[in-house]
């Protein structure tokens, strides 16, 4: 009863003493050598090759080495398991004619936890399991289906070379960098995957054939799937520095660094081992506010996406400046608008420069991300040495939008405020429907103002708010004219993913020409030879604007100051295994 | 009294499975493609290809999932459909394939159509010509999505050039089309067919696991949906347990109390305040206390958000029981305020209602009075309301608050659902619902028999129509 009375008193009490701190700002509550790293959602499975949620990357890639992985300063790929970068021979003759050769070799040093040697058997039935019809591994399979023969060393085997059926540019990433080498002892105890053939898995992936041919593959897979091997230390754990030590749902995920692990050694020279934290902590913690408050709390160490505004709040907090340290990289990613060129009312060239002349870009980066952008003119990052500079961001001018649009044959007939053409005989208004996320804010913020902006030139945009679900359904039915998307980019451009006429291709762009450029691009292995085709492409894209480019947003990142740390521009931000533990 | 609870009973077993059926459809039904969800990768995933190469890969992971079986024991379509038009699966080809269909009327043309389109299709990816290929992937692209027979068969009109290197395709598509417009459903066929599938269809499967206590495989992380119920409970029931416990014992003698000085200033002001109380968003109470309890110098130091886990590694193993409520205590307090403030007034009213009535005036005029009157006589029959509460009490325990697990970062049921839902795993999202269905079921029964057994005056025959 009294309590109760004291309720209303014990609120006020509450505003008031937020306003007085008198704790020591010098002091960090935190000073151990763990990183607790906040995590927006709950891995799905600690396994690199079911794992369907990008959050899981991040704990799981400290327990995995790759064959080869990417500087996380330098966005270069170095070797890691590898003793050195592959050979690499183009094939003028024989069976495979046209093809690339990939000479491999694994560090003598590479051991698995309980000291067996990794080798070329390990690489080689981590892919037996990608190419398992009976597993959801499709995604992987696109990098890898290239593959025409698998081969190691009958004296070492640690050695091993493939055969690509093409000069494939990023054929080298694809071998060494899309899955990493899993302990085929642990995953295959049995050795039944030593009767399958990796060639007969990649050339027919139907799951009835293959039963036919190894019925023991279903239950292999149906035993993979289970939560052995996404959940269970044992099964999760690889050749990588870290171990998963506890996974407590909805919780927290622990990661520990191995006693003596054998890269150490080699850290000292090579900066593809460091590991210096002693623990990795994982905490999930999916409300945005929530994570504020235990970031405040110095609950948690690292922090990325952080809402603009908020970002801006926490830069401007005496106490949280005391602790942390702000970051805004760049990320590899970027925003822009689709059109659908393959409608009647999109397909002049002239009309889609008109929509990208009149959307204001800087207002659109200022006032709903709050300045952390950067614009963009092509498909890539402005940071890239492929990005062709020469192409300048379209600017917003209602003029000429205007003019383009009066050029294209559109004008105001019926003086309502829309302007208006024949099409095939039939009077059409310029009226668009914009398919905006309407689950994110930001994108029907955005949606307004480019809708308020397109009146302007005579433009009319009907925003259709639609969820996520139904966003990706329209866009791959194409059943959509123009819709606000983003899309990560990768430090390598493989432009056939996207430009080409019979690729994921939503826009419509594309003809005979720049196919075959893109096909050109894709299997030169000289890379300023390849820019050039590169720029050309870009500059075919800017012209013809099946996207509107908006920009590239700046990561926001917050890190502890007990850490010295360096931001990268690869998701998401950060590397906690080169945070250094600062002593005074 | 055992006639009466059989058809309880069983009335509120029908209703389950009633609702079972409704999940399934649901499920079926939702926004999201649950084979696209389950084999998206690195990449955008496999099914932004053309839609005629994009039907085989998609119906392999189909089938993978067990999608290619009809979805209920019997169909009840228009005779136009096959009884096999449940093995077509993507999406797009169901969509075309229907409209066709309703157009035509003649499932066999409809088929060889398609089968004449993708043969076409495979026949241009192959080949040589770079420039011709590309023209007609995207015109068999837009012909595949189209269901327009006119605008197909216009579409197929092309230039010399064109035409030549595929002739004899595009002829037998021509004829197939030409076929196409002469029909027209008959009269007959718009009559509803009934197809009987029998026990081999996915309901029956589903519905089999399910009372077999199988609830299924999340599709998010492809754990067993009962573990992740069985780890989320215990969070949920010991937040709620204690939040109803707390707000009922606070509320009941409280409640007597202002009952019995119902017109004193302090019943009257506490009233308000109750009301205030219980008007305020727990929501926005509970993101309060959270920024006060975990602000440095502040508030609640006792309480992190991280949870009971940072007690376990800076506390001790001694100090997890207190620390383990203390770290309950906010998210307690504000699941318990406002409830405790509607009981408080809820047990105050029906106590009132007693009071008046003729037999306490009757009791009084006998000479009973004090204790004796307000225990013996009063709060029984105050009580009986309270029962019904028990009904609602027990899904309650379970199902939690979503709003609060998710601002204090509990990992209870709450959070599990509203998780579940974000990632689209319905099997998780149906196994939840069909559990507070069941719960909800029980709390019925319970209050039922409670009631029939605290008040003589309330027979059978009349719970039954009361609670129908």
Known sequence: MKFFFLAPLAIVLLFLSSCERTEDKSIHKRTTNEVAIRLEAEPDRLNPLLSTISYARQVFDPLHLYLMNYDPTTLVLVPQLLKESPKIQFINSGEFEGGTKYSFEIREEAIWDDGKPVTALDYEATLKIVFNPFLPTLGYRTFLENIQSFEIDQLNPKKFTIILNDTYFAGLESLTNVVPVLPKHVFDPQNLLDKVSLLKLIKDPSPENQLKNYPFIKDFADNYMGEYFSRIPEGVNGSGPYQLVSWQAGQEILLQKKQSWWGDKLAVENPAFQAFPDKLLFKIIPDPVTALAALKNEEIDVMQNIAPEDFINLKSDSLTKAHFTFYTPSSLSSYYISLNTRLPVLSDKKVRRAFAHAIDVDELINSVFEGFGTRCATPLHPSSAEYNASLKPIEFSIEKAKKLLSEAGWSDSDKDGILDKKLDGKKTALTVKYLANASKASSMILAELIKSNAKKAGIDIVIDGKDANTLLEKLRSRDFEMISAGRSLTPQWSPSQNWRTDSDNRSGFGDEKTDSWIDEMEREPNQSKRFVISKKLQAKIYEEQPEIMLFCPQERLVIHKRFQAVSTAVWPGFYPLAFKLVTD | ?468
């Open chain 2, 1 to 468: 009294m055992l006639t009466y609870l059989i058809k309880r009973i069983s009335t509120l077993i029908l209703s389950l499975w009633i609702i079972s059926i409704c999940l399934f459809y649901l499920q079926k039904n939702v926004a999201g493609d649950i084979v696209m969800l389950q084999s998206k990768g690195r990449s955008n995933g496999p099914f932004y290809v053309h839609p005629l190469a994009a039907e085989k890969v998609y119906s392999v992971e189909a089938i993978r999932l067990n999608l290619h079986k009809p979805l209920f024991y019997f169909s009840l379509k228009s005779a136009l459909f096959p009884d096999t038009f449940y093995r077509i699966q993507y999406p797009e080809a169901i969509k075309i394939k229907k409209d066709l269909l309703l157009q035509t009327g003649n499932w066999p043309l409809v088929q060889s159509y398609f089968q004449a389109l993708t043969k076409f299709y495979e026949i241009v990816v192959k080949s040589e010509n770079s420039s011709l290929s590309i023209f007609w992937r995207e015109r068999l692209e837009e012909i595949a999505l189209s269901s327009d027979l006119v605008a197909i068969k216009s579409k197929l009109r092309v230039s010399k050039e064109m035409n030549e290197p595929f002739e004899v395709e595009i002829k037998e598509m021509n004829g197939i089309l030409f076929q196409l417009s002469k029909c027209s459903p008959s009269f007959l066929s718009w009559f509803p067919r009934l197809h009987i599938y029998g026990l081999d269809n996915q309901y029956h499967k589903w519905f089999v696991k399910i009372i077999s206590g199988d609830f299924g495989t999340s599709s998010r992380d492809g754990r067993l949906v009962k573990d992740k119920i069985q780890e989320a409970i215990p969070w949920t029931l010991w937040v709620n347990g204690l939040a109803i416990g707390i707000a009922y014992l606070f509320s009941f003698p409280m409640g007597i109390f202002m009952a019995l000085i119902p017109k004193s200033a302090w019943t009257k002001w506490v009233n308000h305040f109750l009301l205030a109380l219980y008007a305020l968003p727990s929501f926005w109470i509970a993101s309060l206390l959270l920024f006060q309890a975990t602000s440095p110098g502040a508030g609640f130091p006792f309480f992190s958000i991280s949870g009971w886990t940072f007690y376990q590694q800076n506390g001790g193993f001694i100090n997890q029981p207190i620390s383990f409520l203390l770290q309950l205590s906010l998210p307690v307090f504000c699941m318990t305020y406002g409830l405790a403030a509607y009981l408080t007034g809820y047990m105050q009213s029906s106590f009132l209602k007693v009071l008046k009535e003729p037999y306490i005036m009757y009791a009084r005029t006998k000479g009973i009075s004090g204790f004796r009157l307000y225990v013996r006589h009063v709060l029984p029959n105050a009580l009986l309301p309270q029962i019904v509460f028990i009904a609602g009490v027990i899904p309650a325990l379970v199902t939690g608050s979503v709003v609060i697990e998710v601002i204090f970062n509990i990992p209870g049921m709450g959070r599990l659902l509203i998780d579940s839902m974000l990632s689209q795993d319905w099997a998780t999202v149906y196994s939840f619902v069909l559990l507070v269905s069941c719960l909800t079921a029980l709390g019925l029964i319970l209050s039922d028999i409670l009631l029939v057994l605290s008040d003589p005056r309330i027979r059978f025959s009349a719970t039954k129509n009361e609670a129908s």
